[in-house]
């Protein structure tokens, strides 16, 4: 219990005091901001401030008051009046998008054409179509291009790599994937609910599709069916909350589900996001006229902020099983169970060699993995927790938007709508 305090106090409270800047511009990589949005002191700001290589140089935002309110707020020092007068800002390397969906193609790849590497908000953009002519752009064919980065930042952080280790790809039998978030949290009247702009809980809640993807580590075969909840007179194109199904290669299943208007006491009785992989029995050990078996199912409870609290329940199911001399099998003489719950606040906790802080939320992993890739571009030595191998590529981001497709297919809704913008 003090562990998760004292984390917690250093992630939401006390941020112990940051490492010195580089003074080199070729050591320092500057951000610009294009919108003044919630997430990006958690996303980009405090991550910022905890890597000697990279300021927060700018911020633009489509109302010059409210992008000069958040600039004295947070100690930005350059404040311009729209998002391509950022752009055109020879001192910014990189710009991070947290802007509505809708507008997450555009700007990305005016910043790409701008030479900007790109940190971009998920879902990088409103259907596979979009996603296709964005990542496969002649901007990003030409060393050395700019990076772009969908900011899948569960993926980054110790606790889901721990997880992934302790299942069995091959063998997987269904997986579940729930995230929820209280209406109270969400008005009705969001920007998450505007379809123009790519709203929509399958949109806003894509990790639990991602989520799938990873534990399988491969693509869905099949949407085999999507529900989806809408607004009473609302617009019937958006979806509040949903329940999907899916098939994979290896014939297992998966379900997810989201929603981003639950009520308050049910939101209480579960409120981590959680994914559940059961596994096919498989033999451990056996002589030929016994066997052994063992069916592990595997939780994370928490699999988006696991610094903040997760934990990982393994369950493992044993059973010894009689064969017959002709190849049939008797009931099962022996039954029992063993339970064990494992977690990962550091690096060195899910098996990796390197240093990292319990307190380390999963952007500042993600932020590292971004600037590791940058400065072996520049032919710089790595000076953080960089280039341990995780990343997210053009084609999965292009597979994420493909099975968002999938579920809003099946379930009857349009696609969100394709931009008309295309680079001169």
């Known amino acids: 219990m003090f562990e ?10 006390s941020q112990p005091a940051p490492p010195p800047k580089a003074t ?68 910014i390397d990189a710009v991070y998008i947290p802007l509505p969906n809708g507008l997450h193609f555009e700007w990305a790849l005016r910043s790409l054409a701008a030479g900007k590497h790109v940190l971009l908000e998920k879902p990088s953009a409103n259907n596979a179509v979009e996603a296709e002519l964005l990542f496969r752009s002649p901007l990003l064919l030409s060393p050395p291009a700019p990076i772009l980065l969908e900011a899948f930042h569960y ?48 949109m806003d809640l894509t990790y639990t599709m991602d989520v799938l993807r990873g534990v399988y580590g491969c693509e869905p075969t099949e949407c085999t069916g999507c529900t989806v909840r809408q607004f009473p007179g609302g617009d019937e194109r958006i979806d509040v909350a949903y329940t999907g199904s899916w098939r994979f290669p290896n014939g297992g299943t998966g379900a997810t589900h989201g929603d981003l208007q639950l009520g308050l006491l049910e939101t209480l009785k579960d409120p981590w996001p959680t994914v559940t992989v059961v596994h096919r029995p498989v033999a451990v050990d056996g002589d030929g006229s016994e066997e052994t078996r063992r069916t592990r199912t595997v939780k994370l409870v928490n699999f988006v902020w696991g610094a903040i609290y997760h934990r990982i329940d393994i369950q493992d199911e044993f059973t010894i099983v009689h064969k017959r001399g002709d190849g049939t099998e008797e009931v099962v003489k022996k039954r029992w169970t063993k339970k064990e719950t494992r977690k990962a606040h550091t690096l060195r906790e899910a098996g990796i060699d390197r240093h990292s802080e319990k307190y380390w939320m999963t952007y500042k992993y993600q932020l590292d993995e971004f600037i590791y890739r940058i400065r072996t571009q520049r032919g710089l030595e790595e000076t953080g927790i960089g280039g341990t191998g995780v990343w997210v590529d053009a084609e999965d981001s292009i597979a994420q938007a493909r099975m968002i497709d999938m579920a809003y297919t099946k379930a009857g809704l349009p696609l969100r709508p394709t931009s008309t913008y295309r680079p001169v």
Not at 4 to 13: A, G, K, T, V, Y
Not at 36 to 43: C, E, H, L, Q, T
């Open 4 to 13: 998760l305090l004292q984390r917690n106090w250093h992630i939401l409270i």
């Open 24 to 91: 080199s511009d070729n050591d320092v990589v500057r951000f610009g901001l294009l919108g003044a949005a919630k997430i990006a002191p958690i996303a980009l700001i405090t991550p910022a401030r905890q890597h000697p290589n990279v300021i927060v140089h700018a911020v633009a935002a489509r109302d010059r008051g409210k992008a000069a309110a958040f600039a004295k707020k947070y100690g930005i020092g350059v404040v311009h009046g729209s998002y391509q007068e950022l752009l055109d800002d020879p001192a």
């Open 155 to 202: 993926r980054f952080q110790p606790s889901w790599r721990l997880f992934l280790a302790l299942l069995d790809q091959p063998t997987i039998q269904h997986a579940s994937v729930t995230m929820t978030v209280p209406a109270l949290a969400i008005p009705k009247d969001d920007i998450r609910f505007e379809f123009a702009l790519g709203g929509g809980a399958l």
